[in-house]
């Protein structure tokens, strides 16, 4: 019995280096990540700065034919049950 609590203890010890280990080195790649992402940003920043201001962005307007509302163009006349069946079975659909 003595043993099993000295093993079980062992293990528990392993496991919370492990987890201590494991931490660490999530935060030594969290810092480097940040690290990272810091000096990126200077360097853009830099960069915008010797740039200038930048031109605005135009955006292209598009303009139909008609004067009538997208919604009107996009609408089917709403037929019978009997013309759709019909049109299924010419189209070989099997109802």
């Known amino acids: 019995m003595a043993d099993q609590d000295d093993r079980n203890s062992q293990l528990k010890a392993g496991r919370a280096e492990d987890g201590k280990k494991a931490m660490a080195d999530y935060e030594a790649q969290a810092a480097a990540v940040r690290a990272k992402t810091e000096r990126l940003r200077a ?16 955006v292209a307007v598009l303009r139909t ?14 037929g019978s049950l009997s013309d759709w069946l019909k049109d299924q079975e010419r189209g070989g659909h099997r109802t």
């Open 43 to 58: 360097l853009r920043l830099a960069r915008e700065a010797a740039d200038g201001p930048a031109a605005p962005k135009k």
């Open 65 to 78: 034919s008609s004067p009538k509302s997208p919604r009107s163009r996009g609408k089917r006349q709403a």
